[in-house]
């Protein structure tokens, strides 16, 4: 059975940091890229960032989050990170990992397998 299980997100202040974590299992870790999304209440889900598969040379980070997110992915603990500093109150969402079965994706709609999510809130 494939599953993705987000963990790390909770309340922060505006400025402060929070390490979000990606655990999967269930399928072929390696081949998969994984990405970052988040959906704030009323609006639509959006990319944040993503890493390619096997080695994660490769990152695309969110215009919205560029210079404030680190993506990292351990291989041999099935685990992708999302590093986020200088958090801002309209980062405030629910954080889904999502895994696809190519070396990068951006696109929503290419992704194969969602985590339940985990909320983030930040306050001013």
């Known amino acids: 059975e494939v599953q993705l299980v987000e963990s790390g997100g909770g309340l922060v202040q505006a400025g402060g940091s929070l390490r979000l974590s990606c655990a999967a299992s269930?399928?072929?870790?390696?081949?998969?890229?994984i990405g970052w999304f988040r959906q704030a209440p009323g609006k639509e889900r959006e990319g944040v960032s993503c890493?390619?598969?096997?080695?994660?040379?490769?990152?695309y980070d969110a215009d919205s989050v560029k210079g404030r997110v680190t993506i990292s992915r351990d291989n041999a603990k099935n685990t992708v990170y999302l590093q986020m500093n200088s958090l801002k109150p309209e980062d405030t969402a629910v954080y889904y990992c999502?895994?696809?079965?190519?070396?990068?994706?951006?696109?929503?709609?290419?992704?194969?397998?969602w985590g339940q999510g985990t909320q983030v809130t930040v306050s001013a």
């Open positions: 999502a895994a696809v079965r190519s070396r990068l994706a951006t696109l929503i709609p290419l992704y194969d397998y």
């Open positions: 269930g399928f072929t870790f390696d081949d998969y890229a």
């Open positions: 890493i390619s598969s096997g080695d994660g040379a490769i990152t």
